[in-house]
């Protein structure tokens, strides 16, 4: 599909159809960058996203244990009070 580079203001923009909006699942704030190949346009990935997903799957794994499981210090068996 073609598009013409038309004018918004002091800027030039590309109307893009909804069909394509939806089919790519922009919305909202999208993310700009020059490829070789051309002009990328790609959704904001959000802070944390699949955070969830991946201490599920290391759950799943056994994998979400302390990773300091060295024993005891002196000082924390005979000093250290709660």
């Known amino acids: 599909m073609k598009a013409r580079i038309?004018?918004?203001?002091?800027?030039?923009?590309?109307?893009?159809p909804k069909p394509i909006l939806e089919q790519a699942g922009l919305s909202g704030e999208v993310e700009l960058?020059?490829?070789?190949?051309?002009l990328l346009l790609a959704a904001v990935s959000k802070a944390r996203d699949g955070w969830a997903d991946a201490a599920r799957?290391?759950?799943e794994r056994g994998d979400d244990g302390l990773l300091d499981e060295?024993?005891?210090t002196e000082f924390e068996e005979s000093e250290w009070q709660w």
């Open 33 to 38: 960058r020059v490829e070789p190949e051309g």
């Open 70 to 72: 060295s024993p005891a």
């Open 57 to 59: 799957l290391l759950h």
């Open 6 to 16: 038309v004018r918004i203001g002091n800027s030039q923009g590309v109307r893009i």
